[in-house]
């Protein structure tokens, strides 16, 4: 009896297709990273989340989330799903979900987005255009609804 090499074992290795499985397609929570001290130009398209604390001068295209950290720097394009920016962007940010500006980013550009956070400290000065939720894909165009000066508008109750 042949307890290594039998066909069950092969089986349970494989997708729903009949691939072999690899660790990188059946983990949906992949990071990629790109570290202080690189730089990359041209146009990047991602699956998965990316994280940047290096630089990259161009186009990235992401359908999940996109981490600016502290050291990053992205100058050109970007669109994805969500985003968090704690490092330098300038150009154009398509967020299809939620944008959260920490404090220490350094934003310039045009921005579309379906949620904004902005942390006080943070440097935005931008065009900014909430969508509400609407599906941004990577051929629209920026600005596509109404314009806003800034970031969503705080209410105070009267006699304050």
């Known amino acids: 009896m042949a307890m290594f090499g039998s066909n069950n074992s092969k089986e349970a290795t494989k997708n729903k297709n009949g691939t072999p499985a690899s660790p990188s397609s059946s983990s949906s929570h992949a990071l990629n990273s790109l570290v202080q001290g690189t730089t990359v130009e041209g146009i990047i398209k991602a699956d998965s989340d990316i994280r940047v604390d290096g630089a990259i001068k161009g186009k990235l295209y992401c359908d999940a ?35 959260n500006v920490r404090e220490t980013a350094q934003i310039t550009g045009d921005v579309t987005t379906g949620k904004l956070i902005v942390q006080s400290g943070a440097v935005f000065n931008v065009t900014c255009s909430m969508e509400g939720g609407k599906k941004i894909t990577p051929g629209s165009s920026v600005g596509a609804g109404k314009e806003s000066t800034g970031a969503t508008r705080e209410t105070q109750p009267a006699g304050v």
């Open 65 to 99: 989330k996109v981490i600016i950290g502290p050291t990053g720097q992205i100058e050109g394009e970007v669109k994805c799903q969500n985003a968090v920016i704690e490092g330098k962007f300038d150009g154009v940010l398509q967020v299809t979900e939620l944008l």
